[in-house]
T-cell receptor, first 114, second 113 residues
């Protein structure tokens, strides 16, 4: 099976712009979670989508949003970018049938905000 | 709320030596515990997980971890380290009611030739 794929792998944006990141889960996986990884804060949970509904949400401002499509692919959007949004954004997929499940991570999208 | 502590930020071991990476967790109920490894510029790869049952868990690449409830620990071990094991290792805890995992800050492993 193909693993979790994320596009694009690298992005450079300027402050105030918005950005959309994409994640394609492993075939058959219905849950997609997003994480932000920075040197200072480490890995932090953003949100989880299951069957096109946001099931869990971390402690991030409303500028961070996401959605999931009927084929389980997910997108994450960040509006009004700030310098502090520079990070590696990781997507993870799981079967989703259980409330806690083994998550498989993609390679990440490296976002740089100038 | 669940939390994870990895006391060692950076560990250096010689190739062929044994390895133990420490992980302590805080969670009110039975935790679901994971160890992931991340190579530079890459995503996270699952090494092993503990949900229930045998407290000694075997993973990929020759790694194992032992769940000790009395010590709230889930330490990762490998009897003989290879140069390719150099990476960052993350311990994570998840609770049954949600799929948001809490990660430790990570331990960077350097392997000396």
């Amino acid at each position: 099976k193909a693993g979790v794929t994320q596009t694009p792998r690298y992005l450079i944006k300027t402050r105030g712009q918005q950005v959309t990141l994409s994640c394609s889960p492993i075939s058959g996986h219905r849950s997609v979670s997003w994480y932000q990884q920075t040197p200072g804060q480490g890995l932090q949970f953003l949100f989880e989508y299951f069957s096109e509904t946001q099931r869990n949400k971390g402690n991030f401002p409303g500028r961070f949003s996401g959605r999931q499509f009927s084929n389980s692919r997910s997108e994450m959007n960040v509006s009004t970018l700030e310098l502090g949004d520079s990070a590696l954004y990781l997507c993870a997929s799981s079967l989703g049938g259980q409330r806690i499940d083994t998550q498989y991570f993609g390679p990440g999208t490296r976002l740089t905000v100038l | 709320a669940q939390s994870v502590t990895q006391p060692d930020i950076h560990i250096t071991v010689s190739e062929g030596a044994s390895l133990e990476l420490r992980c302590n967790y805080s969670y009110g109920a039975t935790p679901y515990l994971f160890w992931y490894v991340q190579s530079p510029g890459q995503g996270l790869q699952l090494l092993l997980k503990y949900f229930s049952g045998d407290t000694l868990v075997q993973g990929i690449k020759g790694f194992e971890a032992e769940f000790k409830r009395s010590q709230s620990s889930f330490n990762l071990r490998k009897p003989s380290v290879h140069w390719s094991d150099a990476a960052e290792y993350f311990c994570a805890v998840g609770g049954y009611n949600n799929n948001d995992m809490r990660f430790g800050a990570g331990t960077r492993l350097t392997v000396k030739p």
